[in-house]
């Protein structure tokens, strides 16, 4: 599998990406990156809005 990241600032340039990519990878994975992309992708993990948190535990 290759993967390839944009350059910042890109919405979709997120850890969670690269964690989907990286663990789908059947064999190996080529990521072609710049050293800006790789270090923003991890740096910014999505953050969720579901509300399912205060629902469970009020």
Not at 1 to 16: A, D, F
Not at 35 to 40: D, F, G, I, K, T
Request: glycine share 4%; proline share 12%; hydrophobic share 45%.
């Amino acid at each position: 599998m290759i993967v390839t990241l944009p350059r910042p600032p890109s919405p979709i340039l997120t850890r969670e990406l690269l964690y989907t990519a990286v663990t789908r990878a059947k064999q190996q994975v080529t990521l072609v990156a710049a050293e800006e992309s790789l270090r923003s992708a991890i740096a910014h993990p999505v953050a969720r809005a579901s509300g399912l948190g205060p629902k469970l535990w009020p």
